[in-house]
Structure formats: structure tokens, C-alpha cells
């Protein structure tokens, strides 16, 4: 098994920290293989993950709105649009990807050598 098995293997599962997934990222974007095999690895998972059926507890979302609660406090006035560095995107740009069954990212720029940001 080569690295790049190993490495977009844990990449797919979402096993890495931020900094090692972000490491792949860069290094996917400069190496066909590495990406090759992301693209293996996403196939091949995704069966199982639109396999699994999985019911949140029935209290769940009472502790999630009871915690949001909990952290209501007072922020700041929001800064003027043109002190902020935001971006506008429109509905019909970018493009929709599918991660796992009920999960789905927009791409709204994808780099030359396939990196997504």
C-alpha cells in the first residue's frame, strides 16, 4: 500500500487534523496521483456512508438550542460593509458537490490543479 493510498484514505474519512487535511489539499492540487486516489477513496466510501442510517437522539436538538442559549451574549454593532473584507456570491455561481448522503459543499473556486478553496 503507498503512501498516497494511506494518506487520501485518511483524508476521505476525515480522520486528519486541520493542518495534515490542509497538507493533503496543497499536495493533491500538485500531484495527479495523490488526487487520483482521493477521487478512489470518495467513491469507494460513499456506499457506505448513504448505507447508514443514523437517527439523532430525540433530546438532541433540545441541548443544542438550550446550549445556543446558554451563549447568547451581547456582539458587537456589526462593522460597516465597507470596513469588511466579505465576499458576494450569487446563487447561480459555483457548483454543487456531493461529500456523503445529505452532505453537500458549494464550489465556488476550484484552483487549475484541482485544489478546492
Known amino acids: 500500500m503507498s503512501q498516497n493510498t494511506v494518506r487520501a484514505g485518511e483524508y476521505v474519512l476525515g480522520v486528519l487534523s486541520p493542518e495534515e487535511r490542509s497538507a493533503v489539499e496543497r499536495d493533491a492540487a500538485a500531484d495527479p496521483d495523490l488526487a487520483a486516489e482521493i477521487a478512489f477513496w ?6 457506505l456512508a448513504e448505507a447508514v442510517e443514523v437517527e439523532p437522539p430525540p433530546q438532541l436538538f433540545d441541548r443544542i438550542r438550550t446550549a445556543i442559549q446558554a451563549q447568547d451574549v451581547p456582539r458587537p454593532a456589526p462593522a460597516p460593509a465597507s470596513q469588511t473584507d466579505t465576499l458576494t456570491v ?23 490543479g484541482g485544489r478546492v478553496t
Open 90 to 112: 450569487r446563487a447561480a455561481e459555483g457548483h454543487w458537490e456531493r461529500i456523503a448522503r445529505g452532505v453537500e459543499r458549494k464550489i465556488l473556486w476550484q484552483a487549475p
Open 42 to 47: 470518495n467513491e469507494h466510501f460513499m456506499p
